[in-house]
């Protein structure tokens, strides 16, 4: 009030016009007072605010129109009253001066009567909309109208455009172009940045952003001792190398594309959907472009002489669900896997809510119903069944699918080939010379055959894309019921949008590639948001699924439109965008909080410091399992089923989670197998998506049940103890050397020495105990011959205690 | 102030926590509680009726609630209400004939009955009589339930859209036919908190033969931060997942471990000022109680011999319906918002007159002694008690499976209210001759959903969650009604 109050001295001085205008306002009892008082702030704000920030319609303006207003009157035309659309400038702005805003006089327009009008008939928004307006909402209002209320396209829908990068005051901190943007940003916000991390920090930060994995100790000190200057550099071209770089990415992908072993419904059967997993993870460590890596998936089939690969890639479309369930009706089941299609290519390309145009036109986008179904209508021809039918649909291969050869199956090709061909060769040479290697040989081909054969009938059944010959009809759904159909549509795309090639087929795979036509303002800007929302922990658009008009606005949208740019020109490399934030000093910020900026930036969205955040759940048990040593990094294959409580699925009727055994319960948790309806527990735990549909952004919550999976889960104990054998072979053998070391595999820093302290306390306490308890030792060890010398089972029970502490450690589970 | 993870000071840096939190739990698209724009002043614990152990999204609740907590017997499968409690003396009559085209309409009906040549009429197997002073009607098969009746409301023309049990199940849990959106018990403990310091808020367990999936998915957070989801108490093993120590970590040992993590973690928090390490640290201390607390609610040693017999003799065996019944009450009384048990086993789409004694066998007991013992206890004053499933059964008979089996019916089925604020004794809604089309006072499920929140203080339309753009309901934007004839 303090700031009001100066405020309001300065007014008097300067504006008796709007003295008059606050006059006009004050003509009503109580319920007006509120209003008149709202109406005073908003005013005097006005009056006085001669450096008043930049209304930016897009960020200030449209955003509050959209949800405070669009329901009535916005796109949906069905919806409209009193034929006023705020979304359309010609509807608001009337060339005869009866709009509902005059450009340039706040108080003479319309608008800002009926938002502050006193009496609940008149204002706006109506009182049984439950939507009210704030005060600051009221002024950027009148500030935009005083502007001379400019509307503009919405800027996602405007073409991309490579900006030049700002000039800032302190270039010393610019390392590449990126920077030149946050740093502009900055310091227009009056934030400084922060300084390097330490070189510790930023290879644990770097390897979890492009591996998932952190770093071994043998990497870090790789790097710690590398004295040259691009040390950090080639640093990040070892982690960009490496093959667990392509699981990270796949793992992110996944819940783009909704990757499920089980077909998500009722009965949840088994489906092969990991050869296309593995394709993904392929893909990406091969930097395929990403046009053509999304052009495959979404329309793979349709490429003329289509490889396998491709068929397989375009089991995407398929990773919908199935309904299996018996009475089911194909007909409904059908609408809904292309509704789903259609509402992933919408999130995961396009940036927009097209689903919410399901039932209705969109209330904020230009995305008409109708518009919906166009798209709809690219994806409602796959050959498939549409649900159980009267008996039920279970445990069967849903149709079409194509059978994988595995690496297994493909070695076996290859030895029976060599066998058949060396039995060939000697027949030729020396006709039996030595009838013993030819029976030899051919009973080894004989042999081979055999387990070949035997090996196709269980080679795993990719469901794939398959167009049908002629396209199921489409129509408009009325309010998204598939029973009730509106008029017939033709394949197209949004108005809003470039349209579609005028010449050629118009499918899935003419669909796809209008999504990388050089002119498409939303692929590349929403691609690289996700790229930096994996390195910078949020998007630079932070509602990464939703770039319209309700969606948040960016927050560097230069920078945005630089990297979309950059992005398009590289040739859709992924690598090269993601090398290109790695390589800023903006990326290898400290993420230390000094509590300096917390009333300018709370939420740290300008970077000035690197955000610190927790790990995705796959990405805490790899850790864990990583640390301990026992982590399997073998890539691809079938899903595996690592512990989970025994009892876990009772009460399911049909299904089994045959424990893997031996290394095959320590791989990567994107191998999990992925249960869609009953998620393994310690990934639900940690906001892992079920993957039912597609899923942009998981969220990071923090709570007791969280702290009970990494204190007990039995895999997180099985880490704690294998951690603990290799504390304890682990040279030096003192004690301060050993819990040193330990602290280290597991933080990738050394402890200091109040942390030590801790650490040794707890040993300490915990051997004392263990050598009175001998039973609780052995107990605890007995996974080892250890424990069989009682002295040996208490040193390394401690140990287990010291273990467990560490990877509980909120250091362990975040990225910093 | 508090916030969901414990006690935190009001400095500047926790102020900024607390809006981290927000924005997270938001997913990122800011925190819109409608309520919380109308009585921005309101948010203090206690003086509005919300949670005292963790924040609530509604700063204060829309009306006075009368009701604290549910406990949601949830029947899995779709019970035939035509042989629990609507009595159809007029079906019975037409029992073999085929039920008329006048009553049949144009409805769908499933691709299990859709190609059958007739619907031939099913009357119940089993006698009905009326009881309690309000007169309700129950049939033989729940000699238990029967004694309590004037405790009950039942709703009698309750409707739901989808025909299949997926669908319908995550209906009437979330609102919504299609998975994604949060169910139930994950709104309630997103607007009005928990009550509990050491137990989660929305607590799950199931039991009975699964004849049709009982998945997770069910009672899934949707687009709500995952703190909200049910929490599921497994019937054997640990009943909260993860709660046991390792052999040779005792509870002694856990607290010194808990301690050094902790400690731990205030050492890094000073270093790098991140106020998400505070959570964490409270997060692992209420870790550390649910131990002690958990394994103590689940001890029904502590109960008389008089109220374990209330309950028969199943009561002694976990993961049966009596038990969690009594879990339910336990769980209840400690301040926990929301138990909901499912019990599978209704889908009889044949031998009504076999099945329906087995399920009502090891279930009308315990429901009984359920709200006998609440109402003994005076927690039924503000405890809404709930049963029924996801749809009910036809009045005709599904041929193909023996003739004596109905098939799955979404147009009108029963389900039966008691306490928390709803008028008991009374029955509300009629089904016509055949309890085949509803005759009057239709419940659809968004109105069932609004009423419940109408009791639990809430406000269904200003009850929101933003997401995609939209400020979602549980309800959704379909016309809905709040049932006012069933409140007290």
């Known amino acids: 009030m303090d700031c009001l109050f100066t405020h309001r001295a300065v007014w008097h001085a300067r504006a008796p016009k709007n003295f008059l205008c606050l006059c006009d306002c004050f003509h009503s009892a109580s319920s007006g007072l509120v209003i008149f008082v709202l109406a005073c702030e908003a005013l005097l704000f006005l009056a006085h605010d001669t450096r008043a920030a930049e209304i930016i319609f897009d960020r200030d303006i449209r955003p509050l129109l959209a949800e405070k207003c669009f329901a009535c009157h916005g796109p949906d035309a069905q919806e409209v009253k009193g034929d006023l659309r705020l979304d359309l400038q010609d509807s608001v702005l009337k060339k005869d001066g009866t709009g509902a805003i005059v450009p340039g006089d706040a108080k003479a327009s319309e608008l800002v009567r009926r938002v502050l009008s006193p009496d609940d008939g008149e204002r706006m928004p109506p009182p049984d909309s439950h939507k009210t307006l704030t005060t600051a909402e009221i002024q950027s209002l009148q500030q935009w109208i005083e502007q001379g209320a400019i509307y503009s396209e919405h800027w996602a829908f405007l073409p991309t455009q490579r900006p030049v990068p700002p000039d800032v005051r302190t270039p010393h901190f610019i390392r590449n172009a990126i920077d030149s943007f946050v740093l502009a940003a900055l310091e227009a916000n009056g934030l400084q940045p922060s300084t390097q991390a330490e070189p510790e920090t930023l290879m644990r930060r770097v390897s979890l952003d492009v591996r998932g994995l952190p770093p071994t100790l043998a990497e870090l000190d790789e790097y710690l001792h590398d004295k040259q200057p691009d040390a950090y550099e080639r640093m990040v071209e070892r982690m960009l190398a490496s093959p667990h770089y392509g699981e990270k990415m796949a793992l992110l992908w996944m819940d783009l594309a909704r990757y499920g072993d089980t077909s998500g419904y009722h009965l949840d059967s088994t489906r092969d959907s990991w050869p296309w997993r593995d394709w993904v993870i392929e893909a990406y460590n091969a930097n395929m472009p990403f046009d053509r890596f999304s052009i495959e998936q979404l329309g793979g089939d349709l490429i003329p002489n289509s490889t396998l690969q491709q068929k397989i890639a375009s089991g995407f479309n398929r990773n919908a669900r199935f309904n299996e369930e018996g009475g089911a009706d194909p007909d409904e089941w059908l609408v809904r896997y292309a509704i789903d299609r259609t509402t992933t290519l919408g999130r995961v390309w396009l940036g927009l809510t097209l689903n919410c145009a399901e039932c209705h036109s969109h209330k904020y986008d230009p995305i008409s119903q109708k518009e919906f179904y166009e798209i709809y209508a690219f994806f409602n021809s796959l050959e498939e069944e549409g649900a159980g039918g009267e008996g039920g649909f279970h445990n069967k291969p849903v149709p079409p699918v194509i059978a994988v050869p595995t690496r297994q199956h493909l070695q076996l090709e290859k030895e029976l080939l060599e066998c058949e061909q060396q039995l060939q060769a000697q027949g030729q040479e020396t006709p039996a010379r030595d009838p013993e290697i030819a029976r030899v040989g051919a009973a080894r081909a004989g042999e081979l055959r055999e387990k070949l054969g035997a090996s196709s009938a269980r080679l795993p059944l990719q469901m794939i894309s398959v167009e049908m010959p002629a396209s199921r009809p489409a129509f408009v759904l009325l309010r998204g019921d598939f029973q009730n159909r509106g008029e017939p549509v033709q394949r197209s795309v949004p108005a809003i949008l470039p349209p579609l090639p005028v010449a050629g087929q118009r499918d899935r795979l003419a669909l796809a590639q209008w999504l990388f036509d050089p002119r498409h303002p939303l692929t590349a800007r929403v691609t690289v948001n996700r790229l930096w929302a994996q390195l910078l922990g949020r998007g630079i658009v932070e509602t990464v699924g939703d770039f319209g008009r309700v969606g948040r606005y960016p927050t560097h949208p230069k920078l945005l439109d630089w990297l979309a740019v950059e992005f398009i020109e590289s040739g859709w490399d992924t690598k090269h965008v993601l090398r290109l934030i790695l390589h800023s000093a903006a990326y290898r910020q400290a993420s230390i909080n000094h509590h300096r900026n917390d009333e300018v930036d709370p939420h740290n969205q300008y970077l000035s410091r690197a955000p610190r955040y927790r790990l995705m759940a796959e990405e805490i048990r790899d850790g864990a399992l990583h640390t301990a040593g026992l982590l399997n990094e073998e890539i691809g294959g079938p899903p595996v089923f690592p512990p989970q409580p025994q009892n876990y699925y009772a009460g399911k009727s049909g299904w089994k989670w045959d424990v893997s055994v031996g290394e095959a319960a320590h791989r990567r948790g994107l191998y999990t197998f992925w249960r869609r309806t009953t998620l393994y527990p310690t990934f639900v735990i940690f906001d892992a998506p079920d993957r039912s549909e597609c899923s942009v952004q998981r969220p990071r919550t923090n709570t007791p049940l969280q702290a009970l999976a990494t204190l007990n889960d039995p895999q997180f104990v099985e880490a704690a103890k294998a951690f603990a054998l290799r504390v304890w072979s682990d040279a030096p053998a003192d004690l301060d050397g050993k819990l040193t070391t330990a602290f280290r595999r597991a933080t990738a820093r050394l402890p200091d020495s109040p942390e030590l302290d801790v650490l040794r306390v707890l040993y300490e306490q915990r051997l004392e105990h263990y050598r009175s308890h001998p039973e609780e030792a052995a107990a605890l060890t007995d996974f080892h011959p250890l424990a069989n010398k009682p002295a040996d089972a208490a040193t390394l029970a401690a140990w287990v205690n010291v273990t467990n502490t560490i990877l509980n450690l909120d250091e362990c589970i975040v990225r910093e | ?488």
């Open chain 2, 1 to 488: 102030m508090q916030n969901c993870f414990g006690d935190l000071k009001e400095t500047t840096e926790f102020r900024v926590a607390r809006r981290d939190f927000l924005t997270r739990c938001a997913g990122g698209f800011g925190l819109i509680a409608a309520g919380s724009l109308l009585y921005p002043e309101l948010g203090i614990a206690g003086s509005t009726g919300l949670a005292t152990h963790s924040t609530a999204a509604l700063d204060a609740l829309h009306h006075t609630p009368t009701a604290k907590r549910v406990i949601y017997l949830f029947q899995s499968g779709g019970p035939s209400q035509l042989d629990l409690f609507d009595h159809k003396p007029r079906l019975n009559q037409h029992n073999g004939q085929d039920v008329p085209k006048s009553i049949l309409g144009t409805q769908r009906v499933t691709l299990m009955t859709r190609n059958q040549g007739n619907f031939s009429a099913y009357g119940s197997p089993f006698q009905f009589a009326q009881h309690g002073h309000s007169g309700q009607w129950f049939s033989e098969l729940l000699p238990h339930m029967a004694k309590t009746a004037d405790l009950w409301c039942f709703v009698k023309a309750m409707q739901t859209e989808p025909i299949n049990h997926d669908p319908a199940v995550t209906f009437i849990q979330s609102g919504r036919q299609l998975p994604g959106r949060p169910a139930f018990g994950s709104w309630l403990h997103y607007g009005l908190g928990s009550e509990c310091a050491d137990l989660p808020a929305y607590i799950v367990m199931t039991s009975g033969s699964p004849d049709q999936p009982i998945v997770s998915r069910y009672w899934h957070n949707g687009y709500l931060p995952a703190k909200h989801q049910g929490v599921q108490f497994q019937s054997t093993g640990d009943p909260v997942l993860y709660l046991s120590n390792p052999t040779g970590i005792d509870h002694r040992a856990r607290g010194q471990i808990v301690d050094a993590v902790s400690q731990l973690n205030r050492i890094k928090q000073t270093k790098i000022g991140d106020p998400e390490i505070e959570a964490r640290i409270d997060a692992f201390q209420m870790a550390y109680k649910m131990q002690v607390t958990v394994p103590h609610v689940i001890d029904f040693s502590d109960e008389p011999k008089h109220v374990l017999e209330m309950y028969g003799p199943e009561v002694h065996k976990p993961g049966s319906y009596a038990y969690q019944c009594l879990l339910a009450r336990r769980l209840s009384e400690r301040g926990v918002r929301f138990v909901q048990l499912f019990h599978a086993g209704w889908d009889h789409h044949q031998d009504i007159p076999g099945g329906m004694r087995r399920q009502t066998a090891s279930t009308d007991q315990a429901t009984a002694a359920l709200v006998m013992d609440l109402k003994q206890r005076g927690l039924l004053d503000d405890t809404l008690v709930i049963w029924g499933g996801e749809f009910g059964r036809t009045a005709y008979t599904q041929t193909t499976q023996g003739a004596n089996g109905r098939d799955h019916h979404p147009r009108c089925f029963t389900m039966a209210l008691a306490g928390g604020g709803i008028k008991a004794g009374f029955s509300y809604g009629e089904t016509d001759d055949f309890g085949y089309n509803i005759a009057a006072n239709a419940v659809h499920v968004r109105d069932f959903h609004a009423t419940l929140l109408r009791c639990l203080g809430i406000d269904h339309q200003r009850f929101t969650f933003r997401f995609q753009g939209l400020d979602d309901k549980l309800t959704g934007v379909d016309p809905v009604k709040i049932v006012h004839d069933i409140l007290a």
